[in-house]
């Protein structure tokens, strides 16, 4: 919506000295009152005033250019240039008398074109017409053929310049501009552009082409003739695919070229050396292999490479070393090999280097790093290569260095601190094993240091001259070999500390007043600190003290802190919860679990509650479920597992929209989960992890009343996807291990394959498996094991194509084993021991790789996995077996399934192991959800914090 005040018209004229035959001095005005109008803007509020003028016609038409600028103040108008307000963008019909005008910008005012055929009523007298600029119009009405259609035919024969970015374009282009030889300009950037004319680039006066930002536009390159007047191509976030030609070495002209997130492959041919005037490549996010090109080009203005993320190979040519007109440097995420050329270093004017993800090798030599004191080096990043050594001091001492980066690598020594005196703010040494800092108190301040990571080093102690850091925010030494005491001073000097997983056993002193402190996050987990939880700063948001050794009970005072993010798992804490704990207002993940917690769980969640995920399981919880739980309209994730809590099922949580996972296994939860609540209304509609395992649930499945979950029944796996990240818009990877023929096998999968889990195990359901379980098309893992189940195998089974584990072992089920689960190509676990089913078990694809444990106690079973095989003459004669004793039921099969789940989106980490998942009821079953362990950034608070004030 644009702002109200005055528009401005720009108007010149084609003479400025007035001669008395008509011509205007300094401009013209355009009259407003009583025009027909063509274009129609979106603000309502404009001025309704306007200037009456005496200007002739041939005044009007000898404009040459005219251009449109909205708020305007009208102190501002001066004498040397008319200007005339108009209410509402309205464009009177006068504007097509302008037969001399050369150039018309309607850029930015989001302006409405009611069609095409308006435009070329609008443009097609302006026969002198070089320059059209309609940047940001609203053209959504009718595909993008039309209106460059509409351009086309408006015989703009001397058009120049055609600027049309984000103009909401979609659909084809068409070939209208394919005969306009004069265009020399063409922005179509920021549009929905489907396809590209190739024609369209070897145009004899093309000079500029600006295809950014189409994200569906295909198309590929095509051979360039000689000579071409071709300076700037930008195809970056298109879908332009293929490899470049070597003829792009005839654009002797070419200064930039921007080709990065396309789909580009091939090798870059040599001929990119031979462009004499090249200034910028950008190829980065691509497909490319081969060796980098070596740009040995008589160019005297080369001075920015972007060739990341791509699969070059080989070393990094000495040219690159040699151009010392270079600004930037970025090859991250290759395939290079080779040495670091430490003239990269040296070169006058370079201010970036990005040699990140890679495999060099070797060292840096001190000797040969010369910096000087005009140096504007900014960034280095040789993060996660193979170089070894000790790490130069001359790296600190570029004048202007901000960000160093020489992480996960293979340097070692002791580091001095006088090393890190300079004006750098960010240093990464993290996954350095041999890496160590001298640990004394040296009072030494490096006066813009704010970001310092260490993780996976070799610190026994925590340096000294930390605590004289007066602008330190971010503190990362986890996973090192500190021991001892957390020193007091540390608590006043960072705002975000990262001590976990180490050897830390107390704090210097635990009571001390820490109302100064600035400290916003504390990762303390994994360390061995003992005894009660220490007093924490007001200030803390985050806060992880998990995997200690705590005692004792959970203080009040901690509901004193305004967190987000408490997680004390993994103690020796004891007694209750205390109940201003789930009534903290800005608390959003609470985990407490695999603690010694007693009693009943609070029941006071605030009428505002905005609590997301809360981990309670592992405990000795009991009492009811909380009622108040349903006050937490964001809940995402509910783990209430192993503990003993007596009540029925939560039908009360079912209008949670955002309830994802909800476990309650081995808890004393008892009565029926029928269909009977309620039919015509959605129930638990994201509701897509349900462990209700080891509890004594009778009746039939629930299948009737959990269908009516969106998530579980979804057949694709984007529209999955999109629920699943609704909330925090991360994005999912999981580890899956399960048993194969005696190993355990370990690999990533995608979110549809795995946390779609359906748990009802270890209960006692019974009835026949309905045969709507087969609309539960998302499900990656189900288990009705260890229930009273009868009748037969439904053969809608087979329609759950991402099932990866399926247990029904140990109920009564007869019949034979379904052919059509032998479509189910991801079924890596399947259990059908323990039930009376005959016939002969499906072969080919997954059912060849199962073992006998999968069917043993099924007497009437005969197939390859078993010792006896089928006869084809008997086979559907097969006796019904009968239920095999109890010492066949303690030797079924011991899968394990582990499932970790990662948050990367927003450097939220959130694990979901679920173990034994196949393994009889004397076993647990899901172990643990944890909820954000390390490293969550800003972006999680705030998104979190809008969605649970957006009401």
């Known amino acids: 919506m644009a702002k109200s005040g005055l528009v401005r018209w720009l108007l010149e004229c084609s003479n400025r000295g007035g001669d008395g035959n008509g011509e205007v001095e300094g401009g013209a005005e355009l009259e407003a009152g009583g025009a027909s109008y063509l274009l129609s803007g979106l603000s309502p509020n404009m001025n309704h005033t306007h200037s009456s003028s005496s200007s002739s016609a041939n005044g009007v038409a000898s404009i040459t250019h005219l251009s449109i600028e909205e708020d305007v103040d009208s102190s501002s108008l001066g004498s040397e240039k008319e200007y005339f307000p108009l209410s509402n963008y309205h464009i009177p019909l006068e504007i097509t008398q302008l037969e001399r005008l050369v150039s ?56 120049q310049v055609l600027s049309m970015s984000n103009c909401h374009l979609s659909g084809q282009m068409g070939y209208y501009l394919i005969n306009h030889s004069s265009l020399s300009h063409l922005y179509l950037s920021k549009n929905k552009i489907t396809h590209f004319p190739q024609e369209m680039l070897n145009l004899p006066s093309l000079q500029i082409l600006d295809l950014y930002n189409n994200v569906n536009l295909t198309g590929s390159l095509p051979e360039f003739p000689q000579p071409s007047a071709l300076q700037q191509l930008i195809l970056t976030r298109t879908q332009f695919s293929g490899s470049i030609p070597h003829s792009i070495g005839n654009l002797k002209s070419l200064k930039i070229f921007y080709a990065a997130n396309c789909n580009f492959s091939g090798p870059i041919p040599y001929s990119f050396s031979n462009l004499p005037r090249l200034e910028e490549l950008v190829l980065a996010q691509n497909a490319y292999t081969g060796p980098l090109p070596s740009l040995e080009s008589p160019s005297k203005t080369f001075r920015w490479l972007d060739l990341s993320f791509n699969r070059f190979t080989g070393s990094i040519p000495a040219s690159y070393a040699n ?132 993780s996976n080093c070799n610190l026994s102690k925590i340096p000294g001259f930390f605590r004289y850091q007066e602008k330190l925010k971010n503190l990362h030494l986890s996973n090192n070999h500190l021991q001892g005491k957390m020193p007091e001073w540390i608590w006043n000097v960072v705002e975000n500390l990262d001590l976990s997983s180490n050897s830390l056993v107390e704090f210097e002193d635990p009571l001390s007043d820490h109302s100064l402190s600035t400290l916003n996050t504390l990762f303390l987990s994994n360390n061995n600190f003992e005894g009660p939880i220490p007093i924490l700063p007001s ?168 269908r009516t979950s969106k998530v579980m029944t979804m057949n694709t796996k984007d529209d999955t996807h999109q629920v699943i990240n609704s909330s925090y818009n991360e994005d999912y990877k999981f580890s899956l291990m399960v048993p194969n023929k005696g190993q355990e096998l370990d690999y990533v999968v995608d979110l549809i394959s795995i946390l779609n889990v359906l748990d009802l195990s270890s209960n006692q359901f019974e009835g026949e498996i309905p045969e709507l379980v087969g609309e539960f098309k998302a499900l990656a893992a189900l288990n009705f094991s260890h229930n009273n189940l009868i009748g037969e195998i439904p053969s809608s089974l087979g329609n759950l194509k991402h099932l990866q584990s399926l247990d029904l072992s140990n109920n009564d089920l007869t019949g034979e084993i379904p052919s059509e689960l032998a479509s189910l190509t991801f079924l890596s676990v399947f259990n059908v021991s323990l039930n009376h089913l005959v016939g002969r078990i499906p072969s080919g694809t997954q059912f060849d790789t199962f073992s006998r444990n999968s069917f043993q106690g099924n007497l009437g079973l005969c197939g390859s996995q078993l010792q006896n095989q089928c006869n084809p003459k008997t086979t559907d004669d097969a006796p019904t077996s009968e239920k095999p004793p109890s010492s066949i039921e303690n030797s079924s099969s011991d899968f394990d399934w582990r499932f970790a789940l990662a948050g990367c989106g927003s450097g939220i980490i959130l694990g979901v192991v679920i173990e034994h998942f196949i393994l009889p009821k004397n076993m647990y079953y899901l172990a643990k959800v944890l909820a954000m362990e390390r490293f969550i950034n800003e972006t999680f608070r705030q998104r979190a914090r809008r969605r649970r004030w957006r009401n």
């Open 104 to 159: 018309l910008d309607l850029s930015f005012l989001h302006l409405e074109v009611s069609s095409p055929n308006t435009l070329r009523t609008l443009i097609s007298n302006f026969s002198s017409m070089k320059e059209l600029h309609m940047d940001s119009m609203d053209l959504t009405i009718g595909p993008a053929e039309d209106w460059f259609r509409a351009i086309g035919s408006a015989e703009l024969h001397n058009l």
């Open 323 to 454: 151009n010392r007109l270079l600004r930037a440097l970025k090859l991250s995420n290759n395939l290079l090999t080779g040495t670091v050329p430490s003239s990269l270093f040296n070169l006058p004017f370079l201010q970036t280097i990005l040699l990140d993800g890679n495999q060099l090798t070797g060292e840096l030599h001190d000797d040969e790093i010369s910096p000087i004191s005009s140096s504007p080096l900014y960034e280095i990043n040789l993060n996660q290569n193979r170089l070894g050594g000790p790490i130069p001091p001359s790296l600190f001492k570029f004048p202007n260095l901000q960000l160093l980066n020489l992480g996960s690598n293979s340097f070692h020594g002791v580091l001095d601190p006088h090393v890190f005196v300079s004006n750098i703010t960010s240093i990464d040494l993290s996954n350095n094993t041999m890496l160590s800092i001298d640990p004394s108190d040296i009072a030494i301040n490096v006066s813009q240091l704010s970001n310092f990571y260490f």
């Open 539 to 706: 200030s803390l948001t985050y806060v992880s003290l998990a995997n200690n050794k705590f005692s004792g009970t959970i203080p009040p005072t901690i509901c004193n802190i305004s967190c987000d993010y408490i997680n004390l798992s993994g103690n020796d804490l004891s007694a209750t919860i205390p109940p201003c704990l789930v009534n903290m207002s800005s608390l959003l993940v609470l985990d407490l679990s695999k603690n010694r917690l007693q009693g009943n769980i609070p029941d006071n969640f605030g009428d505002q509650c905005g609590m997301a995920r809360i981990f309670f399981g592992g405990n000795q919880l009991e009492g009811p479920l909380p009622r108040s739980l349903a006050n937490c309209t964001y809940m995402e994730v509910i783990d209430l597992g192993n503990n003993q809590i007596s009540d029925t099922f939560p039908f009360w949580l079912e209008d949670l929209e955002e309830l994802q996972a909800l476990m309650l296994r081995s808890n004393r939860l008892h009565g029926t989960i029928g269909h009977h609540h309620r039919l015509n209304k959605s129930s638990f509609p994201t509701l897509h992890i349900v462990d209700l395992s080891s509890n004594k649930f009778t009746g039939q499945l629930p299948m009737e009343y959990l």
